[in-house]
């Protein structure tokens, strides 16, 4: 089983201590939890517009990145990572929230469009299609009309208990991906079936 080559994984979210909890950071609570795992932590590197830290997975070296540009303009800083540590998009893992998918679930998928979401708009202008997606399932309002407020809100205690179980999942599939490549990992996540909430 071929490995999978990754040099960068990003989160994405919005900056701010009013952001921190909503289901649009999703993408940052990934990220949170695998440098936790790694026992590192996050610096702020203005030049990158970011927050940035370096861990090892599977022995190699990874750099993390948390975007403080806002959801809609993320696709700058993490061009700017890619030029200053020459990785290629096929090196870059981007974690985000997904509406399309049951909350407690996660997907992982290389290339692709937007699919409405923003963060993965701008980030396709700068760094084109060709990156891999962690897909983390936060379930729809079931309204379209209600997507905006439903995002930028904070998960009910049930809604998070169902998900940051999943992200672990995910944090813990890294070495995996790294090591055996992403088929195996896409097996192993693909089966985790999302918990009811009543």
């Not at 020459?86 to 937007?114: C, F, M, N, Q, W």
Request: charge should be positive; proline fraction near 5%.
């Amino acid at each position: 089983m071929a490995a999978t080559s990754l040099k960068l994984i990003v989160g994405l979210g919005n900056p701010g201590p009013e952001h921190v909890l909503t289901r649009h950071n999703a993408g940052f609570w990934f990220v949170d939890a695998l440098a936790r795992a790694c026992k590192r932590h996050f610096r702020e590197q203005r030049k990158f517009q970011g927050e940035l830290t370096r861990v090892s997975i599977a022995g190699q070296e990874v750099e993390l990145l948390k975007p403080l540009t806002y959801m809609n303009k993320s696709g700058q800083s993490i061009r700017s990572v890619m030029d200053y540590f020459r990785i290629a998009p096929e090196e870059v893992l981007v974690a985000h929230d997904e509406l399309d998918l049951p909350l407690g679930t996660v997907r992982l998928k290389s290339g692709g469009g937007a699919g409405g979401h923003n963060g993965l708009r701008d980030t396709i202008t700068y760094i084109g299609d060709a990156f891999w997606r962690l897909r983390i399932g936060i379930g729809h309002p079931g309204d379209k009309d209600r997507v905006l407020d439903y995002v930028l809100n904070r998960a009910s205690r049930q809604e998070e208990d169902t998900i940051l179980p999943a992200i672990g999942a995910a944090v813990e599939a890294m070495p995996m991906l790294l090591q055996e490549g992403a088929e195996k990992v896409m097996n192993r996540l693909h089966r985790i079936k999302p918990q009811k909430i009543d």
